[in-house]
């Protein structure tokens, strides 16, 4: 994991300037830190050693922590839909699947940071609007779903 950490802070030191780049080995240490500093992006692993990369993220969105609307990128080996779908249910802003270069990593830096989606919480969902395709072809005020009337 410590690897894959360091190959994205590479990967960003290679974009340009940014912030501090911090990494952490349990889903407590993170939900810990995210307390302590807001952070401005989150990756996490969707699984690994000792992280449990998608109840991380839903004690992220459900916990009363100012960073709980940090866009999300979580990574996984596994290339399904299902993958993908747990992903968008947790939480996560975007999901990028290992390997990846560094083209792919700047394609989801870029959906977090020049396309910010509304923030949603319900009694089963906290999180990102997990719609985002389709969307900027809907007029205005037009309902999306179909209504059946009797």
Do not use: C
């Not at 998608?54 to 100012?66: E, I, M, Q, S, T």
């Not at 919480?121 to 059946?148: H, M």
């Amino acid at each position: 994991q410590r690897t894959v950490a360091a190959t994205i802070g590479e990967m960003l030191r290679g974009f340009g300037p940014h912030g501090s780049i911090s990494w952490v080995t349990s889903n407590e240490e993170a939900l810990h830190m995210v307390a302590g500093i807001k952070p401005k992006l989150i990756f996490v692993e969707q699984s690994g050693l000792s992280i449990e990369g998608l109840k991380f993220v839903r004690d992220l969105r459900r916990g009363g922590l100012p960073g709980k609307a940090a866009p999300v990128i979580l990574m996984s080996d596994e290339r399904s839909v299902s993958a993908l779908r747990a992903a968008q249910n947790a939480g996560a802003h975007e999901f990028l699947v290992r390997p990846f270069s560094a083209d792919h990593l700047l394609k989801r830096l870029d959906a977090v940071a020049s396309e910010p989606r509304p923030w949603f919480e319900t009694a089963s969902y906290a999180g990102p609007d997990r719609r985002r395709f389709n969307t900027a072809t809907t007029p205005v005020g037009q309902n999306r779903r179909k209504v059946v009337t009797s």
